[in-house]
């Protein structure tokens, strides 16, 4: 794939993050350790990044453009692709003990007709008298039979016969008939109790609590089939005098399971059919006993597309001939390689070593999903990963190492960061001659090799994109600041202007996306600068207010930001950022004069907090830091530090050197107290 649409670029980048999650968590795919349980939550995020794709593939489509006809077949390849995904997760790894009930809401999602809810179910509720329509019965007995008990319910309600005054003993046949209806169709059972939809193995006895609800729900089923029974008799009584009763009687022969009526209701295509059969004739079929019922069901795969052969395979808990149909359909792609990793992981599959390779089948399908991802030149470092999984223990696949190496060579050199990039891949996998080609090639064209202070081209050098991030993350900084009166907001109520439904400004929205997540990032899939994560939460916190009970975690970032020891965020801010939140906690910023730090208990600089933000340890703290960063620049050259001005402080450095000094000797003279053992300086 040369080109890709941007919802899909996102789509690959979004399941790439859910996947290094996994990876992280669960780092050996095959050794069968890894439980459903644990598992599942993953599978789920999949298929969110799933919708979330289609939903802006939806509104894509909805813009009239050259290129509409792409966007529909990508939109129904990612809709197919979440039906069978959803499908997969429930049959083949939550594995629950009935299936019926749980098939029911995928069912509606995916393959349901949405013409009898969403247009004929509307026009009968908002007629007058629905029940002279033709469409009144047929409608009722589908909603019945594919599980809309809920809607079929405010259908039969909605009968003028119901709507009239009881008549004591005069009440006529059709009404009586009608409550028993809506009675029978209130208590229609269903196997909702969490139990039966945890794990289950065939092989495994069933428990006593599963057991004991299977046993319950069997008699409260038989009973309502007796009910149901009579109600059916004295229908088919009066269904030669009344044409209502005679739909009555249809509708209770539906309720009983009879083919004939299911067929009539759903009609024949057949995972329809299965469903209905499902709900209204064997509810309480064990997940591996709907394998035989399929197969009666399904007619020769021969006459299915590959689709259709897929939800065969999947039903017939048979993930072999499901993946096999999911690649004739959708390739060797993200789908199949994601799904055959979640089942390795729970030993759904085998570890099945590949003829005349030293690949097995899930590291092929991997591979092949790299190589995909590496056809399309923006997504080369996604595809790089995924092969970078496979080169590194426990799978050591040099297979994959090598096609890293090609990949990389096939790279158009168009500037130096790439360069850069390629030469820190090649020194990731150990890939020297690959290197020394790049370097061969950007020298020829007269460029400067970007090489570091030692003599390997390998090393490690400054990203132009580091001073530019620092650049964007103090912009950040002042669009909040500029927001409202943070200060006031600190220990107190949000002040005015600063919400959390404030608007973002452009840098903030840059450092979202540059942490490849909304909402607050520190993911463990975060590759970039450790500080980052960290400080974007602290300019969270001061764009929505900081109340009482985030002062805590406040002056806990603010420490991590401004200190050399930074538990929280693993590196140090560069210098430039944490001078600035230094200045801001002394009141030395620009937009605002009036310090956070730790004072007399009779000053007003704490705003509306009742304790102070910072105790004596941790103002000691902030002013140890000043102290040390004023030594470095003053003690070491440019060439020994960075940041060095032998001699020189600027008048901001002096200035929050001496508040700093101002608010520990403040904080010892009044709160002697609060921490005895504090360290003076």
Known sequence: MSSILPASRKLACQLRIVFADLQANYPNAVNGVTGATQILPFARKYVAEMYIAATELRQEASIAREDSEEVDAELQRTLWASCI??????VLIQRPVVLGELLVPWWQRHLSDRRTEESELPMLLASEEPHLLLTYWPTLRTLLALGRDQQALQLVQCHPALQEAPSGAGMRVMQQLLLRLETLIEQFPRLSDPDLFQPQLEEVALGQRSQAVLAVFQHQWRQWRLDLGELARDAASAAQSDRSAAEIYETASLLSGEDAAITAAVGTEWHAVLLAKLLLQQPTRLRWQVADLVRELVPPLHSLDAFQRALTGILSDDPYAAVQAIREAYGDGWLVAHLWDLLCRVSRVQVDQMQDSDLDFRQYLLLQYAKALGGCGPLWQLAVEYASDLVHPPSSCEPAREWIGQLLRGQPLLHSVKVRKLLQQCERHGLHQTAQLIISQWSQRGQEVPASKTNSPLDHVEDVEAARLVQVASSALDEVLTKGDVVSGIGGPAA?????????????RELRLTLRGAGLAGASYFSGPKWLPGYFELLEMLRTGVDQCDMQRFSLLCLNLCTADTPLTAEPPPYALSHRVLQLLAGLSSFSTRPIL??????????????????IESTYQLFGHAERVKANLLNKTPAEAANSRPHQLTRSEQQLSLVLTQHLSDAILFAPQVNASCRHP
């Not at 007399?600 to 600089?605: D, E």
């Open 598 to 615: 730790l004072s007399p208990p009779a000053s007003a600089a704490i705003g509306a907090a009742d304790t102070p933000v910072f105790d």
């Open 85 to 90: 995904w959803e499908l997969s997760v429930l």
């Open 496 to 508: 005015d202007g600063v919400s959390a439904s404030g608007c973002e400004g452009p840098s903030m």
